[in-house]
């Protein structure tokens, strides 16, 4: 059973526009999230990530959303750029084990 | 800085080879993982270990076998190779069991299994 769900596997948008990446999950023990970027043939990399504690952190153009009552996130990435195209996973880790359980990805296109 | 490092990159197997899937990291991470992504499914835990001289299985360890070697060396085997086992597999490392911080992965080895 997935504990953390990328419901979305593509995600196609234009330069410029916002793109917003969803990410849920189901285990309530869960406290600290994470996004990673992924490009072709080389290993998935950190991008931001955010305690239970807080409902937002902004880092340049991305910024992470939560709402633990509705067990959600979000990454927003604004403006889009054509190298933010990639493969993003969603991650959480609790407290109890901090082993990182990721989602399935969203692959994002932006178009020039 | 090399952080983690994983070799070979690319294998192909017969049925029923064996190998081994090196890991070494440099950051002096306490915890160490295997992953592997297969499409649609995302990066699934295979192996890890919280501490060294501990290790333990994850979400699908059947087949595999692992040996935390020492702080900085953690490997994979397949025993019998099978089809089922073609995927990219990752071995990443974070700071320790007993905090949040990010993973870091390797480049990843693309096994085939014919």
């Known amino acids: 059973d997935q504990q953390v769900k990328q419901n979305s596997p593509s995600l196609s948008v234009q330069e410029g526009r916002i793109s917003i990446l969803n990410c849920d999950y189901t285990n309530s023990m869960f406290d600290y999230f994470l996004w990673y970027k992924k490009y072709p043939a080389e290993g998935p990399t950190f991008l931001i990530s955010?305690?239970?504690?807080?409902d937002k952190n902004e880092d340049g153009r991305f910024t992470v959303f939560l709402n633990k009552s509705a067990k959600h996130l979000s990454l927003h990435i604004v403006p889009s750029q054509p190298g933010d195209s990639a493969v993003y996973f969603c991650?959480?880790?609790?407290?109890?084990?901090?082993?990182?359980?990721f989602g399935r990805g969203t692959s994002l296109i932006v178009h020039p | 800085n090399a952080g983690v490092t994983q070799t070979p990159k690319f294998q192909v197997l017969k049925t029923g080879q064996s190998m081994t899937l090196q890991c070494a990291q440099d950051m002096n991470h306490n915890s160490m993982y295997w992953y592997r992504q297969d499409p649609g499914m995302g990066l699934r835990l295979i192996y890890y270990?919280?501490?060294?001289?501990?290790?333990d299985k994850g979400e699908v360890p059947n087949g595999y076998n692992v040996s935390r070697l020492n702080k900085r060396e953690f490997s994979l085997r397949l025993e019998s190779a099978a089809p089922s086992q073609t995927s990219v597999y990752f071995c990443a490392s974070t700071l320790g069991a007993l905090m949040n911080t990010e993973a870091f992965f390797g480049q990843g080895t693309r096994l085939t299994v014919v």
């Open positions: 270990s919280a501490s060294e001289g501990t290790t």
């Open positions: 991650a959480a880790q609790h407290r109890g084990s901090y082993i990182p359980t």
């Open positions: 955010i305690s239970s504690i807080k």
